[in-house]
């Protein structure tokens, strides 16, 4: 099996995303494989690696989704389960759907289409609008994209 390393960054540095697709095929015109894969840490033929979150040297394991503040990356969404779809768009560039749940079981949705001036359409959403999780044994409560606890103050 090969290893296909896949990262984007938008234009303006907001935000930038990395799989790793393990694959024997690849389209000759977009340089993927086209298909629906599964998010998993088999490291079988067809799947994309799940992430493992961060290392104990302070790097991070793909497949992940993060928003960059600066230099930095700020808000990581470590993708452990779900899908990814590759297709050809009309223009026969890649356009990548990924259906993932993160390492605190929210999904998010990225979106990238090579069609887009400079990878400026990438983008993540909640499919749910609150969502109440345990992190620690604290109660955090997930609403459009930020962190409260169980009195309403925010939280990182």
């Known amino acids: 099996d090969n290893l296909i390393v896949f990262a984007v960054e938008a234009a303006n540095h907001a935000d930038m995303m990395v799989l790793y697709l393990f694959t024997d095929k690849v389209d000759e015109e977009i340089g993927l494989p086209?298909?629906?894969f599964p998010i998993n840490s088999s490291c079988a033929n067809g799947t994309i690696l799940a992430s493992t979150g961060a290392n104990e040297d302070g790097s991070v394991s793909p497949?992940?989704?993060s928003t960059i503040d600066g230099e930095y990356l700020d808000k990581l969404y470590f993708f452990v389960d779900g899908t990814v779809?590759?297709?050809k768009n009309e223009e026969g560039k890649p356009y990548i759907d990924v259906h993932a749940i993160n390492s605190?079981?929210?999904?998010?949705?990225v979106v990238y289409d090579a069609s887009a001036t400079d990878l400026n359409n990438i983008f993540i959403t909640s499919t749910t609008?609150?969502?109440k999780i345990m992190i620690d044994g604290q109660?955090?409560?997930i609403r459009n994209?930020?962190?409260y606890n169980a009195v309403g103050a925010q939280v990182k």
């Open 104 to 109: 605190y079981s929210i999904p998010i949705h």
């Open 139 to 141: 109660l955090v409560i």
């Open 145 to 147: 994209g930020k962190a």
């Open 34 to 36: 086209i298909g629906t």
């Open 85 to 87: 779809e590759i297709i």
């Open 63 to 65: 497949s992940l989704y």
């Open 129 to 131: 609008e609150v969502q």
